[in-house]
């Protein structure tokens, strides 16, 4: 799925994200992008629930990842890399109990790209710019 | 008293274990140019070997020193975890050390370079083209005491700058100093050559630094991240 739309609110940009989700496959990682504050994780709220996702979807900020349930054999990952400076000196396992082969993801602030590829196959890149107020620019490649 | 110190700050998995009246016993593994580090996997190998080499069992520890960091995220979670846990389960109080505090305390044995110097910069790699710095006086370093630049994450021009500014002579010890030296040597810096074992992290430092503080609950020893993760920054930024 490629596209660069506007959304008014937080509403719409979670539809955005629930539109991706339906495009995915267990092993598919989407890498999104964004500065703070630009609704990184409103859109991985709006993929997770359409995922069947029904716990709180916050940013892993302080844990690095988290894994949620789905109810069925499907797990959904969420990864915020802001912390870590550079993967490539981190332990190798610290991405690969989230991008696994059962498992949908979605990791923030993703540098390191080839460290990210070596675990997931990368469905989707997702960039989200502030466009005034509410409104963001959601670029999907 | 009985100690094993460890720290997994930087790439290298660095183990010590020293006792009253003997030479300390090192352990690490440096993994090789673009490998990754094996904290996880080669930590609690390397002390047991350590255990071994002298003879005594975990009961005979008496205290469990950690490296709390700045350094990498994986890094300082296996390393500081690792702390809690054995000290727990062995009932003895654990020392948080910063990884910092001993380079720089390794650092005094530059004392025999040719060069003076005033002061010891600690100068750890933090990724994203900047390093982890902290400074002392050479008097401070053995008594435990305070840096006179505290730890902070900064360019190395930014850093090169400081130390004209503050009118130092400092010796430069870590992997950030190896890795800066066209940068840093804009300055009066000395730094080793690059192979020196001054710039590695070293946990027999730690023993020594273990005299100096305080050991405690485990519970209360914390990575130092030094960088904020991105809520923090939001939330402080939000702030009226």
Redesign the interface.
């Given at each position: 799925m490629r596209c660069r739309q506007e959304t008014d609110d937080p509403r719409e940009t979670e539809a955005l994200g629930a539109r991706l989700a339906r495009a995915l496959a267990p092993g598919d990682v989407v890498l999104v992008a964004g500065e703070?504050?630009a609704g990184k994780t409103t859109f991985v709220r709006g993929a997770c629930r359409a995922l069947g996702v029904s716990v709180p979807v916050t940013?892993p900020?302080?844990t690095?990842g988290q894994r949620y349930p789905t109810g069925g054999p499907l797990a959904v990952s969420h990864l915020?890399l802001?912390?870590?400076?550079?993967l490539?000196?981190?332990?190798?396992?610290?991405l690969g109990d989230y991008l696994r082969a059962d498992t949908i993801a979605f990791v923030e602030?993703p540098d390191g790209e080839a460290e990210i590829a070596a675990f997931a196959r990368i469905a989707a890149r997702v960039r989200i710019e502030h466009a005034g107020g509410n409104r963001r620019i959601v670029e999907i490649e | 008293m009985t100690v094993l110190a460890f720290d997994t700050a930087t790439p290298a998995t660095a183990v010590a274990l020293c006792r009253s009246g003997e030479p300390p016993l090192e352990a690490r593994d440096d993994p090789a140019p673009g490998r990754r580090p094996g904290h996880a996997t080669r930590l609690l190998p390397l002390a047991v070997d350590l255990l071994r080499r002298a003879g005594i069992g975990w009961a005979d520890l008496e205290r469990i020193a950690v490296g709390t960091g700045p350094g990498t995220f994986t890094g300082l979670r296996v390393g500081i975890a690792t702390a809690r846990a054995l000290a727990r389960a062995r009932g003895i109080p654990l020392t948080g050390v910063s990884t910092l505090h001993s380079l720089a305390l390794g650092g005094l044995a530059a004392e025999a370079a040719s060069q003076p110097f005033d002061a010891i910069l600690a100068v750890l790699d933090a990724r994203r083209r900047e390093v982890f710095v902290a400074g002392w006086r050479p008097s401070a370093l053995e008594r435990g005491g305070e840096p006179f630049l505290s730890a902070r994450a900064l360019r190395p021009e930014a850093l090169a700058e400081q130390v004209v500014e503050l009118g130092l002579s400092p010796v430069l010890v870590g992997n950030g100093a190896v890795e800066f030296r066209s940068v840093l040597e804009r300055s009066e810096a000395l730094i080793p050559e690059g192979g020196s074992p001054l710039h590695q992290v070293s946990a027999i430092h730690h023993c020594r630094l273990v005299r100096a503080l305080p050991g405690g609950d485990p519970a209360d020893i914390h990575p130092e991240y030094l960088r904020l993760p991105d809520a923090e920054i939001a939330r402080r930024s939000a702030r009226p």
């Open positions: 703070l504050g940013s900020t302080f690095i915020d802001f912390r870590v400076a550079d490539a000196a981190e332990e190798p396992d610290l602030w | -």
